[in-house]
Nanobody, 124 residues
């Protein structure tokens, strides 16, 4: 079992920045691909970014590419999502997830463990 706890969400003005953190416990995060997803009210959960456990390769949704950076610190069992130039359409609950599969995935169904989410609200 892996427990994931997100933090760092909040209210920010458009154009601002936030750094989300996700702390893992229960098992070492080093053996899992880690991903960030988000869900806005009335919408489906969507992929944001992922990072491989094997070589730290990253993968981003087009909507956040160039504005966001996913990183991981296996020694701290923590994964981060830094978001810049935030837009009102980035408003959502952001979830951290862990995937023990062979390669990183953009599909939520591939991720076995999920955090409870952290709210990000971007005002215009």
């Amino acid at each position: 079992q892996v427990q994931l706890v997100e933090s760092g969400g909040g209210l920010v003005q458009a154009g601002g920045s936030l750094r989300l953190s996700c702390a893992a416990s229960g098992r070492a995060m080093s053996g899992f691909h880690m991903g960030w997803f988000r869900q806005a009210p009335g919408k489906e959960r969507e992929f944001v970014a992922a990072i491989s456990w094997r070589d730290f390769t990253t993968n981003y949704a087009d909507s956040v590419k160039g504005r966001s950076t996913i990183s991981r610190d296996n020694a701290k069992n923590t994964v981060y999502l830094e978001m810049n130039s935030l837009r009102p359409e980035d408003t959502a609950v952001y979830y951290c997830a862990a995937d023990g599969g062979w390669s990183t995935s953009r599909a939520a169904a591939e991720y076995e463990y999920w955090g409870q989410g952290t709210q990000v609200t971007v005002s215009s």
